[in-house]
């Protein structure tokens, strides 16, 4: 079974506040000068931030924040931001791997931007409600 598609724009105003409120301010995340200076193809996202993304579709999914007992990603490939009104959308997938007997649903997880995974081995184990 599939889970429907979830889709989360993030633009560098994103990724502005998201480094305030992480306190995570290197300049790879806003500034195109720096992040290709050091090999980047530009500003990229916040690994962290990405796989909060992820894990609020997860959590839709589940129907409750509090329902997510376990989710774990590796990253794969940085979210490159452009700096315009549009930024970039990350587009979140999942299939039901398993339901177990007490209650749980495993979940394997799929995130892309533009066209590439982004996670890989990204995977959530949900309880569901009784």
């Given at each position: 079974m599939e889970l429907p598609v979830r889709t989360y724009r993030v633009t560098r105003a994103d990724l502005v506040r998201y480094a305030g409120a992480s306190g995570d301010l290197n300049p790879i995340?806003?500034?195109?000068?720096?992040?290709?200076?050091?090999?980047?193809?530009?500003?990229?996202?916040?690994?962290?931030?990405t796989m909060a993304l992820v894990g609020r579709a997860v959590a839709e999914w589940a129907g409750a924040p509090d329902a997510v007992v376990e989710y774990n990603v590796r990253f794969a490939r940085p979210v490159v931001v452009p700096d315009d009104e549009q930024g970039t959308e990350i587009e979140v997938s999942a299939k039901v791997r398993e339901v177990t007997d007490e209650g749980l649903t495993r979940l394997d997880v799929t995130a892309v931007c533009q066209g590439e995974k982004v996670l890989s081995q990204a995977r959530a184990t949900v309880r569901t409600r009784r």
């Open positions: 995340h806003w500034s195109d000068r720096v992040a290709t200076k050091v090999g980047l193809p530009g500003v990229i996202a916040h690994g962290m931030f």
